[in-house]
């Protein structure tokens, strides 16, 4: 929640990044997303959080 994972992946210069936003705000900045070359987004709702 306070700040996204960064992974890098097999493929050279290829990141995965992990992090929690609300949907509103994802519909916001998802052409933002993809004109910075992110693909294959993932969407998964939040079913239970312990903060």
């Given at each position: 929640?306070?700040?996204p994972?960064?992974?890098?992946l ?42």
């Amino acid at each position: 929640m306070k700040s996204p994972t960064v992974m890098p992946l097999a493929e050279p210069g290829w990141n995965s990044v992990h992090t929690v936003i609300s949907e509103d705000r994802f519909w916001e900045i998802i052409d933002q997303l993809k004109a910075h070359g992110a693909q294959g987004i993932l969407i998964i709702p939040i079913e239970k959080m312990i903060l």
